[in-house]
């Protein structure tokens, strides 16, 4: 007999779910079967909150900003129902440094995304890197440059092509100054020291008075891993890094074979 997701008497009042690679499917779409789920989960009182390394508008396109709780870039900036809880900004220096680092680098396939709190602002703006950005950022504006932008960023993201370790070997100097993680196998995102998606998760499980004993998460990636840390009820999808895999309380089935629908469908009873 399967062992079940949740302990008798369990509570989940909030579940938060990192997207790409873990909710979305293999074509990176929404699966058409969330959405009844979605309705019998609120119709129970759980709360559920999109928990991505994307861009709040681009989560926006995707979920109904006046009903849910969002984490997006990587938890430095979280909205509860349109309003704003947190922001992380980041020291403008930094974010100048990472765009000098990578302007004009014809031996390097990477370009750099500064992400403010409604805008995502990038110099390179060949159609390759566009696409590729565009995927996670629904506001994106092409600029000459980058150091000339009047925002307030929340993250500077750079996308590589090739590898996102040798991007992250590149810009670990600035670990001293700013939190350098690798979000996927492509993307490195530097942010405020010791923001992550924890710290949105956090700032949301205060703003609603729920603990981690009422708290579900699942994930796939090294920046879910801060997550873990503050619920009870932690999954790893299949597909999902092995580090991540290991820390998580149950290994569910990968994102292409709809595992954390399964899992919602239990809450969802």
């Known amino acids: ?34 959405w009844p789920l979605l309705a019998r989960l609120e119709d129970r009182g759980l709360v559920f909150v999109p928990a991505s390394g994307r861009q709040y508008a681009a989560l926006t396109r995707i979920f109904p900003a006046d009903e849910l709780g969002f984490i997006a870039e990587n938890g430095n900036y979280v909205v509860l129902q349109e309003e704003e809880v947190f922001a992380a900004v980041l020291d403008r220096s930094l974010v100048d440094e990472v765009v000098l680092r990578f302007r004009g680098d014809a031996g390097r396939d990477a370009g750099v995304v500064a992400c403010g709190k409604t805008t995502a602002y990038v110099e390179r703006s060949d159609r390759a890197f566009l696409d590729e950005a565009g995927k996670y950022y629904a506001n994106l504006e092409v600029v000459e440059r980058l150091d000339r ?31 350098v993680v690798l979000s996927s196998p492509h993307w490195v995102d530097l942010m405020r ?26 994930g796939d990636f090294h920046n879910d891993l801060p997550m873990f840390a503050e619920a009870d009820y932690t999954f790893a999808v299949a597909n999902g890094h092995a580090d991540v895999r290991a820390a998580a309380r149950r290994v569910i089935p990968s994102n292409r074979e709809g595992g954390v629908l399964d899992v919602l469908a239990t809450l969802a009873e």
């Open 1 to 34: 007999m399967t062992e079940p997701y949740f302990p008798p008497g369990a509570q989940v009042r909030l579940v938060a779910c990192d997207m790409d690679g873990t909710l979305l499917d293999g074509n990176g779409e929404l699966p058409p079967q969330f």
């Open 149 to 179: 932008v009047e925002a307030d960023f929340v993250k500077v993201s750079v996308f590589d092509f090739n590898s996102s370790q040798t991007t992250y070997d590149r810009l670990v100097d600035l670990s001293q100054q700013s939190q």
């Open 193 to 218: 020291p010791g923001v992550t998606k924890g710290t949105g998760l956090r700032e949301l499980q205060r703003r609603l008075g729920i603990g981690p004993d009422q708290t579900a998460v699942f």
